[in-house]
T-cell receptor, first 112, second 115 residues
Framework: DTAVSQTPKYLVTQMGNDKSIKCEQN?????MYWYKQDSKKFLKIMFSYNNKELIINETVPNRFSPKSPDKAHLNLHINSLELGDSAVYFC???????????FGDGTRLSIL | AQSVTQLGSHVSVSEGALVLLRCNYSSSVPPYLFWYVQYPNQGLQLLLK??????LVKGINGFEAEFKKSETSFHLTKPSAHMSDAAEYFCAVSERDTGRRALTFGSGTRLQVQP
């Protein structure tokens, strides 16, 4: 059973389009995250939800909107996609601050 | 704000040689510390973590790391490199005693293992 699963794995689309990435975890964790990994492999937190409540919202353009329908799901919707949005987006989950985060396999977003 | 520095964006070793990947953090309170490995086109896999128990932490695949508060370091080592160790390695921290929980990552170190 996959612990943290993201769909789709690859997303190729044109500038200006709107797209969503879905994430589900079956670990029973109370906190979920979205990270962005850029072309230089640098990883940066975007959002964090704890029990469906947004607790971290880094300086991310408001074209990005996370939604957590329940504790096991965290989706990411992106409006008006731009070239600079091309990256790999990782979903993760954890239970508590000292417990390690479990990562999905990532969604590689390419903007044409 | 805390930060993580990984010295050496690329490290190359021979198969069977010692692996040493360096990580230093900046935080007035020792954070939780983690090492993750990323293989090509995959997610991040936890190698090991330091929370507050023993300062020498053993992880998977023969890796270990030592927490040194005086040096604000958490270097990753493996006595004998294997070809399958070739990957990207990330050191990460999360704040202790806050509700923040998000990881702050270092810039990563690519490990190459030569035959």
């Amino acid at each position: 059973d996959t612990a943290v699963s993201q769909t789709p794995k690859y997303l190729v689309t044109q500038m200006g389009n709107d797209k969503s990435i879905k994430c589900e975890q079956n670990l029973g964790h109370d906190t979920m995250y979205w990270y962005k990994q850029d072309s230089k492999k640098f990883l940066k937190i975007m959002f964090s939800y704890n029990n469906k409540e947004l607790i971290i919202n880094e300086t991310v353009p408001n074209r990005f909107s996370p939604k957590s329908p329940d504790k096991a799901h965290l989706n990411l919707h992106i409006n008006s996609l731009e070239l600079g949005d091309s990256a790999v987006y990782f979903c993760a989950s954890s239970q508590g601050g000292e417990q390690p985060q479990h990562f999905g396999d990532g969604t590689r977003l390419s903007i044409l | 704000a805390q930060s993580v520095t990984q010295l050496g964006s690329h490290v190359s070793v021979s198969e069977g040689a010692l692996v040493l990947l360096r990580c230093n953090y900046s935080s007035s309170v020792p954070p939780y510390l983690f090492w993750y490995v990323q293989y090509p086109n995959q997610g991040l896999q936890l190698l090991l973590k330091y929370t507050s128990a023993a300062t020498l932490v053993k992880g998977i695949n023969g890796f270990e790391a030592e927490f040194k508060k005086s040096e604000t370091s958490f270097h990753l080592t493996k006595p004998s490199a294997h070809m399958s160790d070739a990957a990207e390695y990330f050191c990460a921290v999360s704040e202790r005693d806050t509700g923040r929980r998000a990881l702050t990552f270092g810039s990563g170190t690519r490990l190459q293992v030569q035959p």
